[in-house]
């Protein structure tokens, strides 16, 4: 049974740092893509972060570049997310996910994604 479980938020200051973890088992995923997406009240699903199954490649929502980092330990089937310089519009329930098909290329639309985790609740104060 494949399970993706986030961890790592909180209440952080405008300007501060957190770092969002998902620990994933239940699939061999080092040959899976994988992302992050949040969801703020009232709004929808939003692409975040992707990361290739190697971790050679990334790609960012334009809200974010420059600010966020994704990274993964494939030996610890582990995806990290690294936010800096956090604003308000940051606020969110942030989720972690899979992709359905292995080696695949980035993608921002949540379809093509096939197990999210539970999410993390990160809010950021003004």
């Known amino acids: 049974q494949v399970q993706l479980v986030e961890s790592g938020g909180g209440l952080v200051q405008a300007g501060g740092s957190l770092r969002l973890s998902c620990a994933a088992s239940?699939?061999?995923?080092?040959?899976?893509?994988m992302a992050w997406f949040r969801q703020a009240p009232g709004k929808e699903r939003e692409f975040v972060a992707h990361?290739?199954?190697?971790?050679?490649?990334?790609d960012y929502a334009d809200s974010v570049k420059g600010r966020f980092t994704i990274s993964r330990d494939n030996g610890k089937n582990t995806v990290d997310l690294q936010m800096n310089s956090l604003k308000p519009e940051d606020t969110a329930v942030y989720y972690c996910?899979?992709?359905?098909?292995?080696?695949?290329?980035?993608?921002?639309?949540?379809?093509?994604?096939?197990?999210w985790g539970q999410g993390t609740q990160v809010t950021v104060s003004s």
């Open positions: 990361i290739s199954w190697s971790g050679v490649s990334t």
């Open positions: 239940g699939r061999t995923f080092r040959v899976y893509g």
């Open positions: 996910a899979v992709q359905s098909k292995p080696f695949r290329a980035s993608s921002n639309d949540p379809v093509e994604y096939d197990y």
